[in-house]
C-alpha cells in the first residue's frame, strides 16, 4: 500500500523559510510525477511545483525563485524548500505522486484530480 507522509510545516513570519518533506512507502518511489500542491480555505488545490522521474522541474509563477522542489531516491523523499515567505503562501501543503503522467504533463498546473496518491497534508501558516 502506498503512503505518502508529509512534515515539516509550521508557522512562520514574512521572510522566514520552511522545508516540507513528504516520505513514501509501499513503491520504489520511481514515480513518473511528484507535487507539492496547497489549499487555502474556500480555495482550491493548486499546483505549486513538480519534479518529473529524471529530474525535470517545473513551478507556478507565484513561487517561482522562491521554492524548491527535490527529491532524494534513495531517501524515498521529495522535498519543497520554501524561502522568502509570503502571508498569502499560507495553506494546506500535500504532496502528490503519479505514474501516468509523462515529464511534458509533468507541470503544476495539471489538475490534481490527475494524480492517484496523496498524503495526508502539513499546515503552512506565514504571518505578517
Known amino acids: 500500500q502506498v503512503q505518502l507522509v508529509e512534515s515539516g510545516g509550521g508557522s512562520v513570519q514574512s521572510g522566514g523559510s520552511l522545508t516540507l518533506s513528504c516520505a513514501a512507502s509501499g513503491y520504489d518511489f520511481s514515480w513518473f510525477c511528484l507535487a507539492w500542491f496547497r489549499q487555502a480555505p474556500g480555495k482550491e488545490r493548486e499546483g505549486v511545483a513538480t519534479?518529473?522521474?529524471?529530474?525535470?522541474?517545473s513551478y507556478a509563477d507565484s513561487v517561482k525563485g522562491r521554492f524548491t522542489i527535490s527529491k532524494d531516491n534513495a531517501k524515498k523523499t521529495l522535498y519543497l524548500q520554501m524561502d522568502n515567505l509570503k502571508p498569502e503562501d499560507s495553506a494546506m501543503y500535500y504532496c502528490?505522486?503519479?505514474?501516468?503522467?509523462?515529464?511534458?504533463?509533468?507541470?503544476?498546473?495539471?489538475?490534481?484530480?490527475?494524480?492517484?496518491?496523496w498524503g495526508q497534508g502539513t499546515q503552512v501558516t506565514v504571518s505578517s
Open positions: 502528490a505522486a503519479d505514474n501516468y503522467l509523462g515529464s511534458s504533463r509533468c507541470k503544476p498546473s495539471t489538475n490534481a484530480s490527475r494524480f492517484d496518491n
Open positions: 519534479i518529473a522521474l529524471t529530474g525535470p522541474t
